[in-house]
């Protein structure tokens, strides 16, 4: 009776000739954690800065009203604080938003000093692999060559 030819172990030695090195996934997952690290550093730098700034432009914006709602002599003085008041709150507002552009301009600037790293770092791994990965293939080819002979 005929044997039926075993693919398993056909495959099993196929696969033996192309090693697959998996320190390069680890070394891109380790990277690609390290990058993820580093972005939720900038962002909570921002959330952090821009906390500041709204808690002390509440904090003024207070201190503004409870000079408002201070009780005054002549009808006219309400006029005057209500005035100051709407000033202050438009000078306090355009500061804060000048801040707050800031706090961004920073965030922007970071992420992509970050992402051209990355990419630099990626490019110079991924040509490495290729160039490894090349010579692995040769020499596996060779050696498959050279078996079949």
């Known amino acids: 009776m005929a044997k039926t030819q075993d693919y398993t172990k056909i495959m099993q030695d196929m696969m033996a000739s192309f090693p697959v090195d998996t320190t390069k996934f680890q070394d891109a997952f380790k990277s690609q954690a390290a990058l993820g690290e580093k972005m939720t550093k900038v962002a909570l730098g921002a959330a952090e800065k821009s906390t500041e700034i709204s808690s002390k432009w509440t904090k003024d914006t207070l201190a503004k009203m409870s000079d408002l709602a201070k009780t005054k002599e002549e009808p006219a003085d309400y006029a005057k ?3 100051d008041f709407t000033s202050s709150a438009a000078e306090m507002a355009a500061e804060n938003l000048a801040a707050f552009a800031e706090v961004a301009k920073s965030m922007q600037m970071e992420t992509v000093e970050l992402m051209m790293a990355a990419g630099k770092d990626m490019s110079e791994e991924a040509s ?20 079949a002979k």
């Open 81 to 83: 604080a209500m005035s």
């Open 128 to 147: 490495a692999t290729v160039k490894k990965a090349t010579a692995d293939m040769s020499s596996a080819t060779k050696k498959a060559a050279a078996a």
